[in-house]
Antibody
């Protein structure tokens, strides 16, 4: 069965960086893309960006340009999301989700809480 | 960016009664490949979102048939034919036709 297992919760200070991992299993990793979505406390869902494990192509939402980096390691079927220059309003649960060309955003990881606080 | 507008914000429903959620997009969601990439997700309290419906009206595996999706172009609807206690949560629509992907603001379904 398809599973996306994310890394554990993080607490960071403003200005720091965070890197969240997402390990995929149960399917061929390079056959599907990965989207990252975040959810601030009590708020809705916000798409952050997308990466193709097949060729490394990325597409980031405008608001994160310059401080967001998505990568993958095909040898371990793991996707990574790194967000730099953290601010308090980056406090959120960060989700990875499998994303197909003709089947958008089906399976989700369990989420990773990132808390930004001084 | 495509704006997804859901209504209502909150939906109190009596057990066993139907429920309907509307989702409107600011532009057509028909892709150049002919598909309409409109998904519906359910998020129960404390859980990750779960996809219920993809490409407007296709139910995901394991989703009860009381859930159905319909619509076209810019106007879409999720219906629950008879609400059960386990349906409590927040429902989101999402468009995957245009970059960036965008979500509706969510509709909270609760039991009266």
């Amino acid at each position: 069965q398809v599973q996306l297992v994310q890394s554990g919760p993080e607490v960071k200070k403003p200005g720091a960086s965070v890197k969240v991992s997402c390990k995929a299993s149960g399917y061929t990793f390079i056959s599907y893309d990965i989207s990252w979505v975040r959810q601030a406390p009590g708020q809705g869902l916000e798409w952050m960006g997308w990466i193709s494990p097949y060729n490394g192509n990325t597409n980031y939402a405008q608001k994160f340009q310059g401080r967001l980096a998505m990568t993958t390691d095909t040898s371990t079927s793991t996707a990574y999301m790194e967000l730099r220059s953290l601010r308090s309003d980056d406090t959120a649960v960060y989700y990875c989700a499998r994303d197909g060309v003709y089947d958008r955003v089906d399976y989700w990881g369990q989420g990773t809480l990132v808390t930004v606080s001084s | 960016d495509v704006v997804m507008t859901q209504s209502p914000l909150s939906l109190p429903v009596t057990l066993g009664q139907p429920a309907s959620i509307s989702c409107r997009s600011s532009q057509s969601l028909v892709h150049s490949d002919g598909n309409t990439y409109l998904n519906w997700f359910q998020q129960r309290p404390g859980q990750s979102p779960r996809r219920l419906i993809y490409k407007v009206s296709n139910r995901d595996s394991g989703v009860p048939d009381r859930f159905s999706g319909s619509g076209s172009g810019t106007d879409f609807t999720l219906k629950i034919s008879r609400v059960e206690a386990e349906d409590v949560g927040v429902y989101y629509c999402m468009q995957g036709t245009h970059w960036p992907l965008t979500f509706g603001g969510g509709t909270k379904v609760e039991i009266k």
